[in-house]
């Protein structure tokens, strides 16, 4: 059969008839020839493919599997065991991250970290901002350092010093007569301003 040709028709096989293609022989399809598998494709060795490989339908690798070039994946990814990174991840705007119930936004608020129940740090320009989820917070600026509680009260080191916001009062009959404008911490360590 060397050198045979069939054009038109086909050479088939059946009842387990086979090919048997061996000491070098192979198998060249041109001039945009094709193959159909209506069954399984079974092979051991290299595959080495040139051009767009499109797979429908579920695919299984097992074993090592290297990626070299750019990977575009549209939906939903799921990876079972640990992954190691060699190099950085890229959020593209409006994309964030959730670990657990911990969500990393590059966007809200100038790039946010919220937790679970509330509790929120943020960057906004230069200032870096811890909140409770309850009210009470803290801000951080190259100038300032505030620390926020409940009902309007603040702590504040400036290069100035320290300022006390809102600070409670007491009068200076209450306290044994100590002079106005002063500050005076009672037993249990709480700061108040002493009024007339």
Do not use: C
Not at 129 to 141: K, P, R, V
């Amino acid at each position: 059969m060397q050198n045979s040709a069939i054009g038109r028709a086909v050479l088939r096989f059946y009842a387990g008839g086979r090919i048997l293609i061996e000491d070098g022989g192979g198998v060249e399809i041109r001039d945009s020839g094709f193959i159909l598998i209506d069954g399984d494709l079974t092979g051991a060795g290299d595959f080495d493919w040139t051009g767009t490989l499109k797979q429908t339908g579920p695919s299984t690798f097992e074993g090592p599997t290297v990626f070299t070039g750019t990977i575009n994946a549209t939906g939903n990814t799921a990876w079972a065991g640990t992954m190691s990174i060699v190099g950085d991840i890229v959020v593209l705007p409006g994309g964030k991250i959730l670990a657990g119930n911990m969500l990393i936004d590059p966007t809200t608020n100038g790039g946010s970290i919220k937790f679970a129940g509330g509790p929120e740090v943020y960057a906004s320009g230069s200032k870096l901002s811890l909140y409770s989820g309850l009210g009470a917070f803290i801000e951080l600026d190259g100038g300032m350092a505030k620390i926020n509680g409940p009902g309007a009260r603040w702590l504040e080191v400036n290069s100035s010093g320290f300022r006390m916001v809102n600070l409670p009062s007491k009068t200076s009959a209450s306290v044994g007569g100590l002079p106005a404008g002063v500050v005076h911490a009672d037993s249990s360590g709480n700061l108040f301003r002493i009024t007339s």
